[in-house]
């Protein structure tokens, strides 16, 4: 590794760990959308291992969203796991059937919730996240924290 990439690196790992609960999940959208860019640039030229990275790497994104979701603190959570499946499922397919179409679809599908996070936590408002008064208020935006 040379001197930028170690900083880079070291750039990287330095953001992360300082991040809030609502600043890692934007980050894990905005490399989720890259891979899936990625991935879709790679399938249509026919480069189907850079698609398939791209589209595993996607995979393991998704799993951690969902494993981060607080089912237990919000109404909304169960239809945002819903839908988090069916992502996972399609981009599976994606890779397994080199299907461009597939991979553009969960782009479509979540870039507006990679804006919503940008949003929510560019103002710092937290959207309604559960009526439990008992929920932990370090929850952050949408009972992930």
Do not use: F
Not at 10 to 22: E, M
Not at 85 to 100: F, G, H, K
Not at 114 to 133: D, I, K, L, M, S
């Amino acid at each position: 590794m040379n001197g930028y990439q170690a900083k880079r690196s070291q750039y990287v790992q330095d953001a992360v760990l300082s991040a809030t609960p609502a600043g890692l999940l934007t980050m894990l959208y905005d490399r989720l959308l890259l891979d899936l860019a990625r991935a879709g640039a790679a399938q249509e030229a026919g480069d189907w291992g850079t698609a398939s990275s791209n589209l595993l790497h996607a995979q393991d994104i998704v799993g951690e969203l969902m494993s981060s979701l607080r089912t237990d603190v919000w109404d909304g959570a169960e239809g945002l796991m819903s839908l988090y499946t069916y992502v996972r499922q399609t981009l599976l397919e994606a890779n397994t059937r080199r299907d461009r179409t597939r991979t553009a679809e969960c782009a479509e599908i979540l870039e507006p919730l990679r804006q919503a996070w940008h949003e929510a936590a560019r103002t710092g408002q937290p959207a309604p996240v559960a009526q439990n008064q008992d929920a932990p208020r370090s929850l952050g935006v949408l009972g992930v924290g």
